[in-house]
């Protein structure tokens, strides 16, 4: 068969009515009662705003006023964790993140991709699962279908698109890995 | 010889004046005119404005309202593509795309360099041209005198600085061919 | 000993009242007085303003008006030097930047890291050093305690974690040598 490739003449993708008003709604929410809440004092009101939109957020758990959230529904965080400054959540998939973990300002998590081998090019909503006590270091990108394993560290500016093993320091794009975390 | 690069006392690089009014303009009817009309119905009003400042964009193509835009009149794309958000379409040169081709959001076509084996450092506005079928995924770099060839895939976070071969997928920073795209 | 991680229940990490009080009238201060003044014509002004911070700063050098400034007072630049738009100065430690210098547009300077090492992930704020007649190129991500030497070159969207020697090129993710900049 020849290449063909795309074809997006009749590219009509489109979320359901739901979700989009959803996220009408969380937009204005976000603007209102979200992004200016930046003092840390506030981060149990910027939880709980979140909760109110079907996100489940530990306790003590810090997502900064900056942080980009498509979907808070499809969020989950843990306890004592954070989520620094313009960190761009996409999450038109599921994005769970454990406790103890720090993601550091302007990380890129993105949970959806395309299908590439198909003529339409359909979206694919998928998932990224970040366990307990990882740090992903500042201004990451995190690829779909990703799962990050307890202990990780992932290196600044690095582009991760396979699992990391737990207790391991990876980094690079792509991202690869470059020692132990070891015990302590 | 000796080492005795930059000397960029006397550096006054500057564009034409007539260049420089017209991105003044460009500035004010991108802020009055472009950038709040984001809504997917206001598709081909983006498109005419940016028509009415010498872009060359065919039919049924979409570029979102938070796409950046050096120079209108330095932009060519063709039809049934996207363009999509916050891209950054650094065209001190040419960018064209061609039809039924997406540039997923974040990414970041930069048209231009600086001769660093002169002492004066001088700008070079240089081109980017993409074929058809391309995707370009989420915050990719493209850089100056990069070709895409028809139907490639560009790897998420990749960063291209050579030209990429029809049909190939590329990844990684620098962007290395992964696989053939097959046909389909 | 077993691998435990990190305890971030009592994680409280703070910067000093001064250093807090000296941030929030520096964010005043940024928008009100550089923010705003982005015309080539006021780079006198801008400089004037970081110096009134405490920057140190020579002739003749521009800081664009779109430069995110940590703090002030840990930025140090030399004369006929450059920093281009939206480059993004994070000096919670010190930032050293030479004469005849590049830094283009959207560069990340992250002058701290964390010790991961430590279950209290203690912030380190650690330096970075560029030298004279450098250029970092578009993009770039600079990380904490990077020496660049004399005359080096950055290779757009690299990203950089160990010294870089003088008269080189690199560029990746990770940063490696491509070549020597050669004399002329």
Chains 1, 2, 3 share one sequence.
């Not at 954070?82 to 960190?87: A, E, H, N, T, W």
């Not at 998932?127 to 990882?134: F, H, P």
């Amino acid at each position: 068969m020849e290449n063909r490739g795309f074809d997006l003449s009749n590219y009509n993708f489109s979320f359901s009515l739901r979700n989009k008003i959803g996220r009408v709604i969380w937009s204005f929410c976000y603007f209102l009662l979200f992004r200016p809440f930046n003092l840390e004092t506030f981060k149990g009101w910027r939880s709980f705003i979140l909760k109110s939109f079907g996100a489940k957020i530990g306790h003590n758990t810090s997502i900064q006023a900056s942080v980009r959230i498509w979907a808070p529904w499809n969020l989950e965080v843990g306890s004592f964790s954070s989520i620094g400054p313009k960190v761009d959540c996409y999450n038109q998939g599921k994005i769970k993140i454990g406790d103890h973990t720090v993601i550091s300002q302007k990380t890129y998590l993105c949970a959806s991709s395309h299908d590439y081998t198909l003529p339409d090019f359909p979206l694919i909503c998928q998932y990224i699962t970040i366990g307990n006590k990882v740090w992903v270091a500042a201004d990451a990108f995190i690829g779909p279908t990703v799962n990050i394993g307890e202990g990780a560290v992932v290196g600044a500016r690095s582009a991760v698109f396979k699992d990391v093993a737990p207790w391991t320091v990876v980094g690079g794009n792509p991202a690869k890995i470059i020692k132990n975390r070891g015990t302590f």
